[in-house]
């Protein structure tokens, strides 16, 4: 048995292969269109709910398909990778960091109300955490709710936020008690609220076709039925959904090291200088065998565990671990990949060069390398 079929068995590659069809047809011709103009079109995900793409990894109850299997979460995510433009994956994926919060610990009435209409596609879900004065320090968050009666009326602001212009729904982290981190919640805030605005779509590096945007809460009156999971708890609530988050970048950053591998190998055959084919100069070879290596020991290492979450393992340092070693495999990989295409790679045509760019907010988003090395050092008892 390999390793692949040891984690992905014939359930999942059914799975993979109905994603890649419907990659193929559906998402990588008009990739290009997407990133140009900024966003997915709104029936992209009504189409990935029909298909129920959207469901894959989410409760059965509210269309999904159950949340007890990692590895058809992890096919899901490898084959929309292949439409080449992490942005469009980003914004497709917010749900799958919006929505587990209200799933999980959110009150009954408001699971029927919003999952079944995020897993169908028909509205959408952000997660809202990040404020402008600071992502890292969660505990540290600004955006105050203030109870009175059955409501809250919430003030400050939220930034860099994936789906935050388009989106339906914003599970949003505000602080209802004391500083720190015994004074946080979570509230389900819905686009129309009065007090509540969106502010521009913000231009960024990489992620074209994502909308990332600032929220702004002026006296937002928000129901005290909307509040995920108890009052105060949310950090915990928070710490637990950045589980998953992380998995997934790590997938995306493995993916998107694999991308710039396989276009490089193809470049190297293509190519000439000096009179033969780039794929004959041993500096080269070696880099490839190198990109190749860290590549797979990227893979097999966030597959080993993805393996532990599966069986319930909890795995707090390794998956830092596993998201710092794939951001790291991929800052190395879709450098060199520019850097064997030269003047071409530079070039908004090649796939590299969107690969490069594309991969710089996977080291910064879901927390970032230094974080992730904070959480790994602590759990080594420094
Ligand atoms: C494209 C994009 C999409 C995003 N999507 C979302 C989203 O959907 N929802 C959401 O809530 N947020 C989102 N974010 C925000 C993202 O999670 C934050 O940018 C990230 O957590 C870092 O926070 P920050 O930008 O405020 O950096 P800061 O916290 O200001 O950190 C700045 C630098 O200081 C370092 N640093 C901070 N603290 C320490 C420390 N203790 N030790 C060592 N170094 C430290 C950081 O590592 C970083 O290098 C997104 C960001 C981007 C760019």
Known sequence: ??????????????????????????????????EEAGEIPRDLYLKAGATGLLGIGHPAEYGGTGTDDVFSKIAVSEELMRCGAGGVVASLGSLDIGLPPVWKWGSAELKERICP????????????????????????????????????????SKTFITSGYYADYYTVAVRTGSEGYGGISLLLIEKGTLGFSVGRKLKKMGWWASDTAELFFDDCKVPVANLI??????FYAIMSNFQMERLNLAVMAYMTAQLALEESLRYVHEREAFGKPLAKFQVLRHKLAEMATKVEVAKEYTWRIAARIQAGDSVVKEISMAKNFATSVSDYVT???????????????????????????????????????????KQLGL
């Not at 320090?137 to 809250?152: I, N, Q």
């Open 117 to 156: 209409a995020v897993l169908r596609g028909e509205k959408v879900q952000a997660l809202a955490i990040t404020e402008p004065s600071g992502g890292s320090d969660v505990a540290r968050l600004k955006t105050r709710a203030v109870r009175e009666g059955d409501y809250y009326r919430v003030t400050g």
């Open 229 to 234: 999971g108890a009052e105060n708890m949310g």
């Open 335 to 377: 450098y060199e990949a520019v850097q064997i295409f030269g003047g071409m790679g530079f070039m908004r045509e090649t796939l590299v060069e969107r690969l490069y760019r594309d991969n710089r907010i996977l080291a910064i988003g879901g927390g970032t390398a230094e974080i992730m090395n904070e959480v790994i050092a």
């Open 1 to 34: 048995m390999t390793s692949y079929t040891q984690y992905f068995g014939e359930t999942q590659q059914i799975i993979r292969q109905s994603v890649a069809q419907y990659v193929k047809k559906e998402i990588t011709p008009h990739v290009e269109a997407w």
